[in-house]
Nanobody, 123 residues
Framework: QVQLVESGGGLVQPGGSLRLSCAAS????????MGWYRQSPGKQRELVAA???????NYADSVKGRFTISRDNAKSTVYLQMSSLKREDTATYYC?????????????????WGQGTQVTVSS
């Protein structure tokens, strides 16, 4: 089992930056892929970015060049640095942990989810 707790969401103006953090409990953190997903009202949950146990990353086209995912295995924490934020980035952001393919699957979510953190981009 993996428990995930997100933090760092909030209200930010367009063009601003935020850093999301996701702290994981359990010894499986370092062997799982980790990802950030987001969901807006009336829309399906979508992949934002994911990182494998070895550091391979995958980004949605809409955030490439603006968002960076990273992980600190010593702290069992994954981060999402978001820059040049746009109104369309407004959503609830969820952390995800995926043990599939020995922690190398960065294209689909695993069974473990955090509770979500709200990001609102507005002036």
């Amino acid at each position: 089992q993996v428990q995930l707790v997100e933090s760092g969401g909030g209200l930010v103006q367009p063009g601003g930056s935020l850093r999301l953090s996701c702290a994981a409990s359990g010894s499986a953190f370092s062997i799982n892929a980790m990802g950030w997903y987001r969901q807006s009202p009336g829309k399906q949950r979508e992949l934002v970015a994911a990182i494998s146990r070895g550091g391979t990353t995958n980004y949605a086209d809409s955030v490439k060049g603006r968002f960076t995912i990273s992980r600190d295995n010593a702290k069992s924490t994954v981060y999402l640095q978001m820059s040049s934020l746009k109104r369309e980035d407004t959503a609830t952001y969820y952390c995800n942990s995926n043990p599939a393919r020995f922690g190398n699957d960065v294209s689909a979510p695993g069974p473990f989810w955090g509770q979500g953190t709200q990001v609102t981009v507005s002036s």
